[in-house]
């Protein structure tokens, strides 16, 4: 499984990368000097992470095989009622552990049916997939996994909703397994035709807005624009948004912290944000936990971060990160058994 980060660099898009440099016949064109650069550097970006999955997996498999050998010797050298023993006391703590997360679950489930009623709403918006390749719609996806997986382990789940749901965005959501059963609304209308009562209400988070989230105002529905476009359709929400009428704003970052590069972030980090913010109240906190290290200006990530932590070289804080959104994204449920069909 792609990783979140991944995901929202729409990193395994190597072919979108030729696209975008060479313009939009790749195949009959030689690649420029700056596209075969990007190409090479993606490519050894997945050279290096398919060695690591290897060696990842490697070291799995010797660990499962270690403690399989552990077993067997503990087992080979006690008594009858030893062994007896033992094999109880494991069937015990496996017994605990399966209760332990069927317990989860059901806490999950009722947090995200409470949440249906009265959770914040947020919605992607999908009226743009008809603007990306096929492997952003599949970055897309990776995110909105993501995100479902970090809504239902929120202490304060948003209630989510996927508009205008239709085409290829739609065909690789339902590819998913266990998709069917996401407590999240599926919606092929637009937000405007869902939400018509309450235009009033709809707020379209966009950097380009020139107001600045403040709170979340809990009767507010506010949407975010579900694309993967590494910025080509700079303008796209905010023109949109402006024509329909609606509200927007953006996220109050440049209250908090400076970015080393734009303000614009993905559809993952801003579901996110939002969550998080809507957990602790605390927009600070919000950005620090969500936004890559790597994206904010050393100067302000180190004030926040304190002193201990400021030796931590930035490449161990993209591992911490990538392997903090692998252990999110890869513990994502996958045959939630619930009947009601709310959103994730
Ligand atoms: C990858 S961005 C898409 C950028 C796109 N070119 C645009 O014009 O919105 C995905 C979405 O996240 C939201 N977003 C990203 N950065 C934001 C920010 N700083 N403030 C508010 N919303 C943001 C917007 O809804 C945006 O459409």
């Not at 070289?313 to 959104?325: G, L």
Request: aromatic content about 6%; some cysteine; charged content about 35%.
């Amino acid at each position: 499984m792609q990783t979140a980060e991944a995901a929202e660099n729409g990193e395994d898009a190597v072919g979108d990368q030729r696209n975008e440099d060479a313009g939009p016949s790749p195949c009959s064109q030689p690649l420029s000097k700056n596209a075969q650069k990007k190409l090479l550097k993606q490519q050894r970006f997945e050279a290096k992470k398919a060695e690591k999955k290897a060696a990842m997996k490697e070291h799995k498999k010797r660990e499962g095989e270690r403690k399989r050998k552990e077993w067997d010797q503990m087992l080979e050298g006690a008594t009858k009622e030893e062994r007896e023993r033992l094999i109880e006391s494991r069937k015990g703590l496996r017994k605990e552990r399966m209760e332990k997360r069927s317990e989860e679950r059901e806490n999950k489930i009722q947090r995200l049916t409470e949440a249906k009623h009265h959770g914040q709403n947020i919605v992607v918006d999908f009226e743009f997939s008809h603007l990306m390749t096929s492997s952003e719609i599949h970055s897309l996806v990776q995110q909105i996994m993501y995100c479902y997986a970090i809504n239902g382990k929120s202490t304060s789940p948003g209630h989510l909703w996927l508009t205008s749901l239709r085409g290829e965005m739609e065909i690789q959501l339902r590819r998913l397994p266990g998709f069917d059963k996401w407590l999240i609304e599926k919606e092929d209308r637009s937000y405007i035709e869902a939400f018509q009562d309450r235009k009033e209400r709809l707020v379209y988070l966009t950097a380009d807005s020139e107001n600045t989230l403040d709170e979340l105002d809990p009767m507010n529905i506010y949407i975010v624009g579900g694309l993967v476009d590494r910025n080509r359709w700079k303008g796209i929400t905010m023109k949109k948004a402006k024509e329909q009428g609606i509200q927007t704003a953006k996220l109050p970052i440049g209250n908090y912290l400076k970015m080393s590069s734009s303000q614009v972030l993905t559809v993952n980090q801003v579901i996110e944000i939002l969550l998080k913010f809507l957990e602790t109240k605390d927009w600070k906190t919000s950005f620090f936990q969500v936004i890559p290290q790597r994206k904010i200006c050393e100067s302000a990530s180190e004030e926040h971060r304190g002193d201990s932590e400021r030796e931590e070289n930035e490449e161990k804080d993209d591992q911490i990160e990538r392997r903090r959104k692998l252990m999110e994204v890869e513990s994502l449920p996958r045959d939630e058994s619930v009947g009601t069909d709310l959103n994730s």
